[in-house]
């Protein structure tokens, strides 16, 4: 089946950094989401895209889809210690339905 | 309003019996669909259930199957345990078909299911 490449699979940071994280794949996706999930929850959906060269912010979230329809990056300016979590890109790819990336675990250090 | 409620939130079952979950999605979406997931795996899609009827399926064995019910609310069920089952099983809702554009899902909680 498709499947999704994110990197990094790891982050660690000082809080107010910004950060950047990516997803791409040999497959043309029609859509493309990004979620956060906390210890113990369900993903949430932070961000989604719908055309190929599309930027959506979301408050110090920004997304972009990219031209190519195969990448999408998420980027996260002056963080703060409650951006800690799994970050997951997914994707909508007609023929395997929604295809979702490994995850970036972003630490925060203190 | 009401997210997706799945329960129970956790569970505990032995190799080889059956386990059925349970999710209800956002009042008014006619879509559930399900998930499993794993360190090693990741998010994998199991399947999706709109107005009752199963209408995508991702590559899992046939012990794993669901149903949706008039309400929109949706039960999976998993025969003959694996400890490889052993995961993360989330559900998410959506008013219209995962494939359609502009269509979101949004997760619940999910439930830690253990096989021992």
């Known amino acids: 089946g498709q499947q999704l490449n994110q990197s990094p699979q790891s982050m660690f940071i000082q809080e107010g950094e910004d950060v950047s994280m990516n997803c791409t794949s040999s497959s043309i996706f029609n859509t493309w989401l990004w979620y956060k999930q906390d210890p113990g929850e369900g993903p949430v959906l932070l961000i989604a895209l719908y055309k190929a060269g599309e930027l959506t912010s979301n408050g110090r979230l920004t997304a972009q889809f990219g031209i190519t329809r195969k990448d999408s990056f998420l980027n996260i300016s002056a963080s703060i210690p409650s951006d800690v979590g799994i970050y997951f890109c997914?994707?909508?790819?007609?023929?395997?339905?929604?295809?979702f990336g490994k995850g970036t675990r972003l630490h925060i250090l203190p | 309003k009401a997210g997706v409620t799945q329960t129970p939130r956790y569970l505990i079952k032995t190799r080889g019996q059956q386990v059925t979950l349970s999710c209800s999605p956002i009042?008014?979406?006619?879509?559930v669909s399900w998930y499993q997931q794993t360190p090693g795996q990741g998010l994998q899609f199991l399947f999706e259930?709109?107005?009752?009827?199963?209408?995508n399926k991702g590559n899992f064995p046939g012990r794993f199957s669901g149903r949706q019910f008039s309400n929109s609310r949706s039960e999976m069920n998993v025969s003959t345990l694996e400890l490889g089952d052993s995961a993360l099983y989330l559900c998410?809702?959506?008013?219209?078909?995962?494939?359609?554009?502009?269509?979101?899902?949004?997760f619940g909680q999910g439930t830690r299911l253990t096989v021992v």
């Open positions: 998410a809702s959506s008013f219209g078909l995962l494939v359609e554009v502009n269509t979101e899902a949004f």
């Open positions: 009042s008014g979406h006619r879509s």
């Open positions: 259930y709109f107005s009752e009827t199963q209408r």
């Open positions: 997914a994707g909508d790819h007609r023929d395997d339905k929604i295809i």
